[in-house]
């Protein structure tokens, strides 16, 4: 049962213009949504987070929204940049669980020049 | 400033074998974790802790072994290797609960058993 979901297994980007990378989720109860984005033969490093209390959170070139409804998210980077060709994973935890992050199966993002 | 580290980077293990994967981070995080990445999956988690002396299983814990017996150490131990365990193996650690930072990954260990 794959509760933290991405089902765009790679997406291209031209350099300077916007990627959007998108996020589904099936577990009402997590309330703490992060990304993290991963190089090759390197570990995940944290990007972005949102918590469940809000709708968006920007941070430079990365913004993540959240629609609790739908319960969906999406990474929005602009502009994009060859730098940022990467692996981008989405990760979901639920208060009270010590923290314990669900991943998805991650988005490969080639930003081409 | 260190932060996770994990060795060995790379491992090739015969069938039946064990072996101990190293972890250690230096920035007093209480919580760490255990992950596995096989091609083309997310992450799942394998044992985690909230605290030296405390660890618990997580997702996929079958065939291994933790401890947890400082803050700064979590060795992740396999006995009796199987095929189905070779995969690229991450530790992670984080301050609380909620942490606004996420997790700090380790470069991960590469593992394949044949």
């Known amino acids: 049962d794959q509760q933290v979901k991405q089902n765009s297994p790679s997406l291209s980007v031209q350099e300077g213009r916007i990627s959007i990378l998108n996020c589904d989720y099936t577990n009402s109860m997590f309330d703490y949504f992060l990304w993290y984005k991963k190089y090759p033969a390197e570990g995940p490093t944290f990007l972005i987070s949102i918590s469940s209390i809000k709708d968006k959170n920007e941070d430079g070139r990365f913004t993540v929204f959240l629609n609790k409804s739908a319960k969906h998210l999406s990474l929005h980077i602009v502009p994009s940049q060859p730098g940022d060709s990467a692996v981008y994973f989405c990760a979901a935890s639920a208060t009270g669980t010590a923290s314990k992050l669900t991943f998805g199966t991650g988005t490969r993002l080639q930003v081409t020049l | 400033n260190a932060g996770v580290t994990q060795t060995p980077k790379f491992r090739i293990l015969k069938i039946g074998q064990s072996m101990t994967l190293q972890c250690t981070q230096d920035m007093n995080h209480n919580y760490m974790y255990w992950y596995r990445q096989d091609p083309g999956m997310g992450l799942k988690l394998i044992y985690y802790s909230v605290g030296a002396g405390i660890t618990d299983k997580g997702e996929v814990p079958n065939g291994y072994n933790v401890s947890r017996s400082t803050t700064e150490d979590f060795p992740l131990r396999l006995e009796l290797a199987a095929p189905s365990q070779t995969s690229v193996y991450f530790c992670?650690?984080?301050?609380?609960?909620?942490?606004?930072?996420?997790?700090?990954f380790g470069s991960g260990t590469r593992l394949t058993v044949v």
């Open positions: 992670a650690s984080s301050y609380s609960q909620g942490s606004a930072y996420g997790y700090t």
